[in-house]
């Protein structure tokens, strides 16, 4: 059992203690705070639970629970974990905690800051990996100062631009996106898209680009610090032990039909080791009939997810994953992000599982077939005898 999958089993035992105990563990009123805060103390799993249902609680009362609780909790990790992860989800929802008057005296607030009004959008991720992303922040009497890159998640940053542009210019651009790419620029918390593209950067210079020397300056303008390490933000709006129910791992397979994961081939040299085999099992005068060729075939797309999705690039298959859930919860198509995020969260626990992920499987299939495809056209064209003009 994974480390997370044990922490959400002791939230779990401590949601179920509280029921027992009289709790009405599905209120998510104002009124429940006070209820849940004459609990804490009781004992871990209890306290994790609380502190999960306590961000749960669109209001103030919680946020201020929450951070009393953080105060005490220095001792343990998961719980104050717990807490971050609680916090952020309320401050989704517009819910943040007071600034103490102490810690507003001591520290000087900084001339330059991100504005509240600052504004984060990112693309859907296209089939090589790679996404658009903008931070826009309002400049009075003057537009809004724009800083946009496109990050792969191999390449890392890959393009970077800053401008001041108007209101109007933004919208056209995220409307010619639209029309001429069908991508829609959805909105994402800006703490998200800055540590995209902060990430991008360093993965970027780490393989030797020496191009985007503009991007610490350009990015100064909104954020001169390092960014802070959060959830990502579809766990504020998803459950995600909650997408795992029912017939998911077949019914995954329903996200290759969305215009969004129709260009979606894995890289090539992700699947040379596995093309190999597949023309073997397709020529090989071993293989007696079709239903062997076809059992081959099967065996040799299951360990080519289990290697390729469960490998060493499992985090960067579960971060499209994730950015693809938000991207189609935010395109208003629930479902489909609930299938996406269950995807997400079976590749963070490391394993397919016992049975098939039919969205991975299709994934692979798909991309096989493709590369075959190539390799046939080519074979084709080598030994035509017709002379092209």
Known sequence: MTKKKSHEEEIRRGVE???RSGISVDDV?????????????????????????????????????LTALEKGAAADKDLQREIRRSLYKLAQKGIRPP????????????ILTMAPEAEGYCSSVDGGGGRLIWIARPQAGSGLQL????????????????????????RRMAEDIRKNHGITMISVPWEYADRMLYEGFDKAKAAGRTDLEQFPSLRAI??????????????GRLDAQATRAGAWRELSRRLLDEPEFRPWILDEDWMK???????????SRLVLNQLQKEERFAAIIREAVREIF????????QRRMEDMAFYLLESRREEQARLALAVAVQLEEGAPGPLDISFLTGWMQKSLAFYLGQTKQKAAEETSLIVKP
């Open 147 to 170: 800083l946009q890159g496109m990050v792969s998640d191999r390449q890392g940053l890959v393009q970077v631009g800053g401008a001041l542009i108007r209101r109007k210019e933004l």
């Open 17 to 19: 203690e509280l029921r």
């Open 99 to 110: 600034a103490s008057e102490s810690a507003g005296k001591a520290v000087p607030r900084p």
């Open 29 to 65: 009123s104002p009124a429940v705070v006070a209820r849940l805060r004459e609990q804490l103390g009781r004992g871990r799993e209890t306290d994790l639970a609380l502190v999960f249902l306590l961000g749960r609680v669109a209001d103030n009362a919680a946020a201020e629970a």
């Open 310 to 317: 469960f490998g060493e690039q499992r985090q960067l298959f």
């Open 273 to 283: 080791g596995y093309l190999g085999q597949a023309e073997q099992a397709q020529e």
């Open 222 to 235: 909104f954020n001169p610090a390092k960014p802070k390490s959060l959830p990502h933000p579809v766990y």
